[in-house]
T-cell receptor
Framework: DQQVKQNSPSLSVQEGRISILNCDYT??????FLWYKKYPAEGPTFLIS?????DKNEDGRFTVFLNKSAKHLSLHIVPSQPGDSAVYFC??????????????FGGGTRLMVKP | NAGVMQNPRHLVRRRGQEARLRCSPM?????VYWYRQLPEEGLKFMVY????????ESGMPKERFSAEFPKEGPSILRIQQVVRGDSAAYFC????????????FGSGTRLTVV
């Protein structure tokens, strides 16, 4: 039972345009959401996060939107650059027992930004 | 200021052998987490440790897998009698405090069972 889903395994975008990566979750106990970026042969690198008390968080070219009623979040990258080409993972954390200790990851979306 | 160090980066084992994966957390971090990434999948939580204590092992397979984080030295993820299905990338993360907010991941160990 996948609690965090990224339904698009890949996304191709032209340089300079907007990249939108989507993520859906099912567990209402999740209250903190993160996006990680991963290059081949490297570990995931933290990109941006959002708490469930907010619906938007912005950091430079990266903005994360959270729609709690739809249990959906998205990552917007504007403008997209070739160096953004990587696999992006959505992750969630929540409280309850030891749930706050761990992240539940989606399956990832491979973003390719074409020059 | 070294990050999370994992070694080896690549490990090849024959079926039935033991695999030992090591993780040295970032300086000042006393919380260690292990994750596994199977091919074409996301990362799955395995275990959370503090020094000399296993706090949460809800993601660990019931048999053959064990983890420790001794008072001195790195955290070790040990897989006994490896099988082909254990082939995966194993990532360690560390944090200063408890919780998923401040993870830093290592570069991972890619285990191949032949």
């Amino acid at each position: 039972d996948q609690q965090v889903k990224q339904n698009s395994p890949s996304l191709s975008v032209q340089e300079g345009r907007i990249s939108i990566l989507n993520c859906d979750y099912t567990n209402s106990m999740f209250d903190y959401f993160l996006w990680y970026k991963k290059y081949p042969a490297e570990g995931p690198t933290f990109l941006i996060s959002i708490s469930s008390i907010k619906d938007k968080n912005e950091d430079g070219r990266f903005t994360v939107f959270l729609n709690k009623s739809a249990k959906h979040l998205s990552l917007h990258i504007v403008p997209s650059q070739p160096g953004d080409s990587a696999v992006y993972f959505c992750a969630a954390s929540g409280w309850g027992d030891n749930a706050g200790n761990m992240l539940t990851f989606g399956g990832g979306t491979r973003l390719m930004v074409k020059p | 200021n070294a990050g999370v160090m994992q070694n080896p980066r690549h490990l090849v084992r024959r079926r039935g052998q033991e695999a030992r994966l090591r993780c040295s957390p970032m300086k000042g971090h006393s919380h260690v987490y292990w994750y596994r990434q199977l091919p074409e999948e996301g990362l799955k939580f395995m275990v959370y440790l503090q020094k000399e204590n296993i706090i949460d092992e809800s993601g660990m397979p019931k048999e053959r897998f064990s983890a420790e984080f001794p008072k001195e030295g790195p955290s070790i993820l040990r897989i006994q009698q490896v099988v082909r299905g254990d082939s995966a990338a194993y990532f360690c993360a560390s944090s200063q405090g408890r919780g998923a907010y401040g993870y830093t991941f290592g570069s991972g160990t890619r285990l191949t069972v032949v």
